[in-house]
């Protein structure tokens, strides 16, 4: 099915998928630099599913919950306790868990979107909405720690209690950069790189079985079958890494928001 998806090899040379090939083309002329794509229909789409599936799950609620809603209330759940609960805990976890749960829901479609035959393209193979989310999770955690502390937060953020003053000029521009730079270009290069190295593998596999199938050797036409064999452990590896990034994502937005509210007992 991938390697039916890929073009035609037109030379007797292996010929590897580009980035371009990666990225659908447009539907329509306007909405971006290079028009209204097709990730910009699935991001859309995304937020539907999202919303109709929960919306469905909570219509109907009853003491005895029916398999829509059991399922539901367990996607909830595992946002509110494992990650909101657990790592911001007390009573501030609970005002966060609508962030939480829309970040950890809306990645991880978008990145099934990857797995599914016909699709196979995970939106946040694309890094513009991958800064657009972190972007959105910098200025967040900022706001609460100014919020929580005022100014002094950045005091808070940049200047390790216990340190010796004679050694601050060397770690508070270590931190700011640390904190204030590194942290959101990792939290969405992070994503952004695990989605497209993933479905650039799969892609290469598929290509490569494409073209050992059209060889005229017959010895170069068996290895394809390894090559199917790598491919589809690749698929599965991935599959399992885009529900593991979208948790990563949304466990460290609750990493960085936990660190702004207490800021002054680290």
Do not use: C
């Amino acid at each position: 099915m991938i390697a039916l998806a890929l073009p035609a090899q037109d030379s007797g040379s292996f010929t590897p998928p580009g980035i371009d090939e990666m990225h659908l083309p447009a539907i329509l002329p306007w909405g971006a630099h290079d028009g209204f794509s097709k990730q910009m229909l699935l991001v859309i789409l995304s937020v539907v599913i999202i919303a109709t599936f929960f919306i469905l799950a909570a219509r109907k609620q009853q003491l005895v919950p029916g398999k829509l809603q059991f399922a539901g209330e367990m996607a909830y759940g595992f946002v509110r306790n494992s990650i909101a609960k657990d790592i911001i805990g007390g009573k501030d976890f609970i005002k966060y868990v609508p962030l939480l749960f829309s970040l950890f829901f809306f990645i991880l479609v978008n990145n099934i979107y990857g797995a599914i035959p016909v699709i196979q393209l995970p939106s946040f193979s694309h890094v513009g909405g991958a800064y657009v989310l972190a972007g959105i999770v910098y200025f967040t955690w900022i706001i609460i720690g100014i919020k929580k502390n005022g100014l002094k937060y950045f005091k808070l953020a940049t200047v390790p209690s216990g340190v010796p003053w004679y050694i601050l000029p060397i770690v508070v521009p270590i931190e700011i950069i640390s904190n204030f730079l590194v942290r959101p270009v990792t939290h969405s290069l992070r994503l952004f790189a695990t989605m497209l190295a993933g479905h650039l593998i799969v892609m290469l596999a598929g290509s490569g079985i494409e073209y050992l199938v059209m060889q005229e050797n017959v010895l170069l036409k068996g290895t394809s079958v390894l090559v199917l064999v790598g491919a589809i452990a690749m698929y599965m590896l991935e599959a399992l890494i885009m529900a593991l990034q979208a948790y990563v994502f949304t466990l460290l937005t609750a990493i960085y928001i936990e660190g702004a509210l207490h800021a002054d007992s680290h």
